[in-house]
Each structure stands twice: as C-alpha cells, then as structure tokens.
C-alpha cells in the first residue's frame, strides 16, 4: 500500500541519484539542498505515518531501507574523496552488515519484514546524519573549526555505532535465546 508516507520514503531513495550526480559534477550547494530535504523527510515520513496512522510492513521496512542508501552512498563518496576517515567508513559498514545479517536471520524464521528500531539505532542514524551534514557542509564552508569538529564527530559516531551494535546483538539475543 502506497500511503503518504512510504511515498515520501521512495522519494528519499530516488533523490540520493540526484544528490550523488550533483555532488560528482561538484554542485555542493544543491548537493547539499538535496541531502537536507532527504534528512528533514526522513523525520517527516515517519511522523506522518504515525500522526496518519498509516504505519505499514512495508514502510517499517523501506524507512531504514531509505537511510542505509542515503547513509552508505555519502559515505562512500566522501571516503573515497578522502573527506571520511577509511577506519569509520568501514566501522559503520560493518555494522550495517551485521545489521541485515541479523535481518535476514529474522525473516528466514519468522517471514516478517517489520523491524522493530532500537533507541540506539535511531541516536546512531541522527548521528551519522549530523556527521555527513556538517561534512558536507565543511566541503562547501572549508571551516577550521568544522574540520576540527569533524574530529571530534568521528569519534562520537564510532563509540555510537559500536553501542548500538551491542545493543541489538543483546537484544537479539535475550528475545530468541
């Protein structure tokens, strides 16, 4: 069912095209526009399906789907042009990896593709999100204090991603074991 909200998240996914495009062609700020409205609809397609109660399987799946893509898309062209560390690009990778990992394990026993987000796993997506916006952003402003900043995020982000990687593994473990 295509409800408002799940529209809103395909749209997401189709504007990382546009955001990598832009970004390779070196337009920043529209680079940058784009990725904005990406993260701004990310809140907004979730607060309206629940505002709509059109909380859907397929929306439950697609939202995380949609953030992956953006997430690992950016993160790839900044790795590769050197403005992400290669460390915390694979950190998050492997993370992500063993998140579907687990996904898959899930499906292959109870055949759902309802997710259930942890509050770890949120704080951890805001934070990659924070990060990759005020690199972007650093691209664009060439700011010393926001490469500084950026310092300091990395590290922030990594402790995150390995919290939130314990807690899901935990909490794997204590619903199934």
């Not at 990598?20 to 979730?46: E, H, P, R």
């Not at 290669?86 to 292959?108: P, T």
């Not at 796993?121 to 916006?133: C, D, H």
């Amino acid at each position: 069912m295509l409800t408002a909200s799940n529209f809103i998240t395909v749209l997401r996914i189709i504007l990382v095209l546009y955001f990598c495009i832009l970004f390779y062609f070196n337009n920043t700020k529209l680079a940058i526009l784009i990725f904005l409205f990406s993260v701004i609809t990310d809140f907004i397609d979730g607060l309206l399906a629940r505002i709509l109660k059109q909380q859907t399987a397929i929306g439950s799946f697609l939202d995380p789907v949609a953030d992956k893509i953006l997430v690992i898309t950016t993160l790839i062209i900044l790795m590769t042009r050197k403005y992400i560390p290669l460390w915390l690009f694979f950190l998050i990778i492997l993370r992500d990896i063993l998140l579907v990992i687990g996904w898959l394990i899930n499906y292959s026993r109870f055949k759902t593709i309802k997710t259930v987000p942890r509050i770890s796993g949120k704080i951890t997506v805001f934070l990659q999100m924070t990060m990759l916006i005020l690199v972007v952003f650093n691209i664009e402003l060439n700011s010393l204090f926001l490469t500084k900043l950026n310092s300091v995020i990395f590290l922030i982000v990594a402790i995150s991603v390995f919290i939130s990687l314990i807690d899901y593994i935990t909490s794997y473990i204590s619903k199934n074991f």
